[in-house]
Structure formats: C-alpha cells, structure tokens
C-alpha cells in the first residue's frame, strides 16, 4: 500500500496516466501481478539451490578467490575448497537416496533427509570458515549471496541466453533507476526547494535545480549501492531499507484519509516518532523486519492521532 499508493516513483506513472480509470487500472494490475511476480523471483533462488545440490560441485565462494594474496590463506583455502567438494558430494549422494525413498514411499526417507541436513550443514560450515577467512584477508565483510545468480548465468546458460538476461537486467536497472531519481529530483526541486527556498523561482530555475538534485541523488545512491553490496542479499536489504520509511510514510496518508481532525504538526511528529521507532527495532531485531512497515504505520497513527487531538482541545480551549 505504502509503494504503490505513497511512494513519489508510482505516483508520478499515476499521474502520466491518460485519465482516472487508466490509473486505476494500473493500480488494480499491479495488485495482480506483484504477488505472483515476487513469489516467482524467490523461487529463482529455489531453484538455485536445487540445482547446485545436484549439478557438478559448486565453487566454495561465488567471488573473491582472487583477493587472498598471502600464501598461507591461499593454503587454508585450498583445503576447505577440498573438503567442500567432499561435503557437496556427499550431499548430492543423501539427496539422491532421499529422492528414491520418497518415490518408493520407503521407511529410509527419513535417515536420507537427516543424512542430507547434516551434509548441508558441514557445507556451510565450511562456506562460514571461508567467508570469514575472506574477510580477514581483506578487511572487511565478505558475502557472495548476490554473485551465486550472475555466476550460474555466466556459466551455465548459453552465449545468447547470457546475452539477452544481460541486456534485460540491464535495461531493469536503467528503468528503475531513472524512475528513483526522477521522483527524487522531482520531490526535492517542487516539495522543498520550490516551497520553502525559492517560491518566486521561474521554471527554467526549477529545472536546473532538478537536474543538480539528480546529480546529487545519483552519487548518493552509487555511495548506498556501495554499502548495501556487504549487507547479504539484496532483495532483503531493498526491503529492509524500504521498512525504516514505508511505515511511517503509510501512516501519514492513513492521518489525512482516515482522520479528519489529524494536522500536519501530529502527522509530522507520527512520521518522526514511526521512523525512530522502527530503527531502534531495526538496530536491535527485536522483531523480524518483515514486520517493521506494520509497526511504522501504527506508531505514526496513534502518535499523530494524540498529537492532533491535544491540539484540537487546546484550539477549543482558546476559543
């Protein structure tokens, strides 16, 4: 609700959109579409999965084999590249046996899974040690969650399948992109500077303003793309930024639409208060984050919804 009815990206297809109904029916396909989509892009990771439990032993790290520049490393890695295929052998052969035994409904289903989760753990463990042997080299903190997709497409598709998931991924991150900044530069040149700095600023000022806000917005998000590339998986990350604003962001629109004596002094303190809420939970995962856009929006209601009503009665009492 907060992305596709709050956030400036959408809203601005909404308002390029030939009339009412063509918004609406954009919304409502949205709706549609998102679920399926977003269930379709994790079973990719599934899928990943299952095929390096079955296909020939997969690499120990997906990236960065190339930083260990001291010899001793090199060696520690050596060996646990060594027993990783060991371990990923013997977890093929458990996922084999565990496979037979489920088609022929057979008593030794069980001893193959318990055989295969004790295979998968030894692999990660040695994934654990090598990561982390990674990051003593290097100094920093290793993950190679979002290099096990563009790797299997490297090496497994063919040469014109590669080229086309290329082009398409490519041409994903340069839409999306231009639609972020876009919204960014648009919010920044008209809701603030044009509002509060310039409000006598002539077109031609509001657009080389937005073109500076665009280059702004732009290192900004190469400076976050950079950090968010050693927080683990991306799509968690993207969720996990959006969560410290969403909630917050939906529960001031909640104020407007549902509450007719919500002022804009509640709604901003709801906004400051949701989002500070979230990010002490998020510093302190206190609760999963898939639950911080809830937890957001209602702190910013029931905060705005006070904050405005201990203005109205003081209003009252002036009168």
């Given at each position: 609700?907060?992305?596709f ?63 260990l ?44 899974e318990t ?32 290099h ?31 639609g ?9 040149a ?24 665009t280059?702004f ?40 639409v549902a509450?007719?004596r919500?002022?804009g ?7 400051l ?5 979230v ?11 898939l ?19 201990i ?9």
């Open positions: 609700m907060s992305y009815g709050c956030d400036q990206s959408q809203v601005q297809r909404y308002l390029a959109a030939t009339s009412v109904d063509a918004a609406r029916r954009s919304l409502l396909l949205n709706a549609f579409v998102k679920i399926p989509l977003q269930a379709a892009v994790l079973l990719i990771g599934v899928l990943m999965f299952v095929f390096y439990v079955f296909a020939p032993a997969p690499p120990l790290v997906f990236a960065g084999k190339a930083e520049t001291d010899e001793t490393a090199r060696q520690t890695y050596a060996q646990l590249a060594a027993d990783y295929a060991v371990a990923t052998d013997e977890r093929r052969q458990a996922a084999l046996r565990y496979v037979a035994a489920r088609r022929e409904h057979a008593a030794a289903a069980a001893s193959a055989a295969f989760l004790e295979a998968q753990a030894r692999c990660d463990a040695l994934h654990r040690a090598a990561t982390k042997l990674l990051s003593g080299t290097t100094g920093r903190p290793y993950d190679d969650t979002n096990i997709f563009p790797t299997f497409v490297l090496s497994q598709l063919p040469t014109g399948l590669v080229g086309l998931m290329l082009a398409a991924i490519f041409a994903a991150a340069m839409s999306t992109s231009a972020e900044l876009n919204a960014l530069a648009t919010t920044t008209l809701d603030m500077y044009h509002r509060w700095w310039a409000p006598e600023a002539s077109e031609v000022e509001l657009v080389r303003f937005g073109r500076l806000a280059v917005w732009g290192g900004w998000a190469c400076v976050g793309a950079l950090y968010a590339t050693h927080l683990g998986s991306l799509i968690e990350v993207v969720n996990r930024f959006g969560s410290w604003f969403y909630g917050a962001l939906l529960g001031v629109f909640v104020l407007a509450d007719p919500a002022d002094q509640g709604a901003i303190s709801g906004l208060l949701g989002m500070g809420v990010w002490v939970l998020a510093a302190t995962d206190l609760v999963a984050f639950w911080l856009n809830a937890v957001g929006c209602l702190v910013t209601c029931v905060v705005g919804v006070i904050v405005s009503r203005r109205w009665s003081g209003r009252r009492e002036k009168q």
